[in-house]
């Protein structure tokens, strides 16, 4: 038993328990802290959680625990990052609440995100030929899950939990999507997973959520380590093969006639979550080389990367500033890794590789002020009935829930969803409305910014 890193896991699932339940509830909360920390644990948690278990054994754990040590450093500090955004958001509230609701919960307002968020996010092939419009495609597919939370809000006040539950199951069908269309499953997961804790912000009694909760992380498991199996086939189908759409779905709908359990004591499953769901082995090894002077540490090269990432292309045209995490990770890791593959570098690394125990203290510190931020403001809105306000804050604050990405990406996606919001939210929309309210002989309103 690896008694060090099996106390940081205990430690860390106590302090997820105890956020999750008790400390940001005073104020308003759309469950973005908690959405981003969840995502957070699973690509840290689950990794390290494994290797305490005595019949996993592994040459790799001096890593993963070095890994993991910063990964817990970093979770403390979001924490008390949300805690003090809770305080600096009090004065945000107050010009929210002074201000005038320029659009009042109108039915027609979710009809139309969501149908314009599902026209954005299938337009991608055309749009990620376009620069600095590119983005968009992403930030509609946020705004089409941000319409299905605001559905699933307008079920709650009208008192349906049917149509909750209908809202739910028609998320369901997300990683269904993610997983024939573009041979990922980790996009679907990611889009259900948020819809679920915004419901659970608001669904009573708790008990059920926390039953839901418990099972939905196991069933989750098991699909994951499911589609680990047959990830190969599906993605060769899904990319390379010249058959049809329905050919894809044969192949997944295999992959679900085949359904594994998850069982921790099969070293196959534990060698998938190993692989995927373990970033606490990459984030290790940065630190043992940047400590032995192997690599010498970025001193903030990433996060001005991600400060000129917030630039428009459009604006900037030769930027030299790609999405992704580039060679950052095989740079700060001595790692190679095949050719095409992409391999997030998480936040937890960017801000250790940066600054060291300082960078990870103070950057998650500081993430999970601005997170809160826009959570609060977010929450402060929908509860005022100023859908247009909220979608305008929460689709932003979705950018921020990439724990596995690099800062240029959360920065790139926070700068053009609050773009793409504007150009909703002032034009799309009240055109939508406006028509809608036409055909039924209603009166128009004008623009919806917030």
């Keep these: 038993m690896n008694e060090p890193l099996l106390n940081l896991v205990v430690w860390s699932l106590g302090a997820y328990i105890v956020f999750a339940m008790i400390p940001y509830r005073r104020m308003p909360t759309c469950g973005m802290p908690l959405m981003y920390l969840f995502v957070l644990y699973l690509n840290h948690w689950f990794g390290a959680a494994?290797?305490?278990?005595?019949?996993?054994?592994?040459?790799?754990?001096?890593?993963?625990?070095?890994?993991?040590?910063?990964?817990?450093?970093?979770?403390?500090s979001l924490i008390g990052g949300v805690a003090l955004g809770s305080f600096v958001s009090?004065?945000?509230?107050?010009?929210?609440?002074?201000?005038?609701?320029?659009?009042?919960s109108n039915p027609m307002v979710v009809e139309a995100y969501v149908l314009t968020g599902l026209v954005f996010f299938l337009s991608q092939p055309v749009l990620s030929r376009i620069p600095s419009v590119r983005t968009f495609s992403s930030a509609g597919w946020s705004l089409l899950v941000a319409g299905v939370c605001l559905a699933t809000w307008r079920a709650a006040l009208?008192?349906?939990?049917?149509?909750?539950?209908?809202?739910?199951?028609?998320?369901?069908?997300?990683?269904?999507?993610?997983l024939i269309g573009d041979g990922f499953l980790s996009f679907g997961i990611a889009a259900l997973s948020v819809i679920f804790v915004f419901v659970a912000v608001f669904y009573r009694p708790k008990w059920q959520v926390a039953l839901l909760s418990l099972v939905s992380i196991y069933m989750g498991l098991s699909l994951f380590v499911t589609y680990m199996r047959d990830r190969g086939d599906i993605r060769a189908e899904v990319w390379y093969g010249e058959s049809s759409l329905s050919t894809s779905a044969t192949k997944a709908f295999e992959m679900l006639s085949?359904?594994?359990?998850?069982?921790?004591?099969?070293?196959?499953?534990?060698?998938?979550?190993?692989?995927?769901?373990?970033?606490?082995?990459?984030?290790?090894?940065?630190v043992d080389l940047i400590r032995s002077g192997v690599v010498p540490s970025g001193r903030g090269e990433t996060l001005i990367m991600a400060v000129a990432a917030m630039v428009p292309r459009i604006i900037w045209r030769d930027k030299p500033v790609e999405a992704g995490s580039g060679d950052i990770v095989s740079r700060y890791t001595g790692l190679i890794f095949a050719q095409g593959t992409s391999v997030g570098v998480g936040q937890v690394?960017?801000?250790?590789?940066?600054?060291?125990?300082?960078?990870?203290?103070?950057?998650?510190?500081?993430?999970?002020?601005?997170?809160?931020?826009?959570?609060?403001?977010?929450?402060?809105?929908?509860?005022?009935?100023?859908?247009t306000g909220f979608i305008f804050w929460f689709v932003?604050?979705?950018?921020?829930?990439?724990?596995?990405?690099?800062?240029?990406?959360?920065?790139?996606?926070?700068?053009?969803?609050?773009?793409?919001?504007?150009i909703i939210n002032n034009y799309l929309l009240p055109w939508f409305v406006n028509m809608r309210m036409r055909s039924s002989g209603r009166r128009s309103i004008g623009r919806a910014a917030p």
């Design 90 to 104: 009090a004065a945000m509230i107050g010009r929210v609440q002074s201000a005038k609701v320029r659009t009042l």
């Design 349 to 387: 690394m960017e801000f250790y590789i940066n600054f060291g125990n300082v960078g990870v203290f103070v950057g998650f510190l500081f993430f999970g002020l601005i997170l809160r931020v826009f959570d609060v403001v977010a929450a402060t809105h929908l509860r005022r009935g100023d859908w």
């Design 396 to 422: 932003p604050g979705m950018g921020m829930l990439q724990a596995g990405g690099s800062m240029v990406e959360v920065t790139s996606t926070v700068i053009s969803s609050i773009i793409f919001c504007v």
């Design 158 to 178: 009208a008192g349906s939990r049917l149509s909750i539950l209908r809202w739910l199951a028609v998320s369901s069908l997300f990683p269904a999507y993610s």
């Design 258 to 286: 085949n359904f594994e359990f998850f069982d921790p004591y099969d070293e196959n499953h534990l060698y998938r979550v190993d692989l995927r769901l373990n970033q606490n082995e990459l984030v290790g090894r940065s």
């Design 50 to 76: 494994i290797h305490c278990l005595p019949w996993h054994a592994t040459a790799t754990y001096d890593f993963v625990y070095l890994g993991f040590e910063q990964s817990f450093i970093g979770i403390l």
